[in-house]
């Protein structure tokens, strides 16, 4: 087994990279594959609180790069994933950006590829040395943008250093789309930011308010099923298989789909 | 193509035909990323705008006020287009924007990171 590395990143931080990599990781494990979510963002260690499983991480990714522990004692399991199997690696939270280096995470990414199916990275936001780490294992990098214009302008920079690096075409992921307020004219539609950054989209995840609570209790929301944001990242889960699920703008719910609760 | 095209050929204030903030995100999205891609700053093109009137004055005459200078974009091409209306005797004096005949635009090459 060969597994494909997958880096999901952003020019500006906060867009929901850390949300968008536990999402993709679980619900490709709740589809039957071997996966590692990895935390590429050394000093804010923060996949662990989104996951839920800060109080079962003991070592970290640079206790292994530094000889206390081997790469499997760093891997902490969730069993909630079935019928697949996930696994995080977590990053130290003490130290900073020169505790590992790009060839290292290389080493490490080449271990792991033996043994599971996707490798995601949490990348730290783009132009930092946190980025040149976690792109240089890369095989392919999703881009996590949110329909503002400051969010674009830096995704749209990023997406050049990634060309740059040899390691493009970047995929898209535009991350808290409010469809209402698109209709309404109040926000950039999926159009305006596919013409402007002429990346192809591979998800589409409206804002929902159950993200929220999803990351108090650490619980991704695609382990709940139902919610909006839970069926986008399924959807794109399935377009990282290969599967042919097509990409929708997604529509407001008018007054009587919300009447019948259809959504 | 056709729909970046006009994306971008958009002037920086043509008025718009929708009232929401879209339009306006939609606008400031445009010109932030032309400059960005082309790597010359507002700035700059302001200088430029100005060199180029003050080189065009010592040899004809030109209606300085509505001489732009701007960058537009499309896929493939970044582009510096340069409009000079120029005045002639008959329309010197007729208030607002002189029938102008514009210079050829100067091409350049996409910037290589993109
Ligand atoms: N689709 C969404 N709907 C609502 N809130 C979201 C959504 N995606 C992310 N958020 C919230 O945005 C914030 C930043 O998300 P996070 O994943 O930590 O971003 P990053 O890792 O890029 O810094 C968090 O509070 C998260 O709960
Ligand atoms: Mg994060």
Redesign the interface.
């Known amino acids: 087994m060969a597994g494909t590395v997958i880096t999901i990143t952003s020019g500006k931080g906060g867009v929901g990279k850390t949300t968008t990599t536990a999402n993709i990781g679980t619900a490709l494990a709740l589809l039957g594959q071997k996966v590692v979510v990895f935390d590429g963002d050394v000093g804010l260690r923060n996949l662990d609180i989104v996951m839920g499983l800060e109080n079962r991480v003991v070592y970290d990714v640079i206790d292994f790069v530094e000889g206390r522990c081997r790469l499997r004692q760093a891997l902490v399991r969730d069993k909630r994933a079935a019928p697949g199997e996930l696994y995080l690696l977590p990053t130290a939270q003490t130290r900073d950006k020169s505790a590992i280096n790009p060839r290292q995470m290389v080493e490490v990414c080449e271990e792991l590829r033996r043994d599971v199916d996707y490798i995601l990275i949490d990348s730290p936001a783009g132009i930092e040395q946190g980025f040149q780490n976690a792109l240089a294992p890369a095989d392919r990098v999703f881009v996590v943008t949110n329909p ?2 400051s969010s ?2 830096d995704a ?2 990023v ?3 990634i ?2 690096r040899g390691k493009g075409p970047a995929q898209l992921i535009i991350n808290r789309l409010s469809p209402a307020r ?1 209709k ?6 999926v159009q ?1 930011i596919v ?2 950054l ?1 990346t192809e989209v591979i998800g589409i995840v409206p804002e929902d308010e159950a993200i929220l609570s999803s990351s108090n209790r650490g619980v991704p929301v695609v382990l709940n099923g139902k919610t909006p944001a839970a069926q986008a990242f399924q959807d794109i889960a399935r377009r990282v298989l290969g599967q042919d699920v097509p990409v929708v703008e997604p529509q407001s719910l008018s007054w009587w789909q919300k009447l019948l609760g259809i959504s | 193509m056709g ?2 095209d006009r ?1 971008f050929s958009n002037k920086p204030n043509a008025p718009s035909t ?6 306006a ?2 606008q ?3 010109f ?2 032309v400059h ?2 082309a790597e010359i700053p507002p700035a700059t093109l302001n200088l430029i705008k100005d060199d180029i009137i003050a080189v065009l004055s010592r040899r004809i005459r030109i209606d300085r006020e509505h001489v732009s200078v701007q960058l537009t974009y499309t ?1 493939n091409e970044s582009r510096l287009v340069v409009d000079i209306p120029l005045l002639t005797e008959a329309l010197s004096d007729a208030p607002g924007r002189a029938r102008g005949s514009s210079a050829r635009p100067a091409t350049a090459p996409r910037p290589s ?2």
């Open positions: 503002e214009v674009i302008r749209d920079r997406i050049g250093l060309e740059a698109v309404k004219q109040e926000m950039l539609s305006d013409e402007v002429a | 729909l970046i994306f929708d009232t929401g903030s879209a339009a995100a939609r400031r999205l445009q932030v990323l960005d891609r896929e990171s993109r």
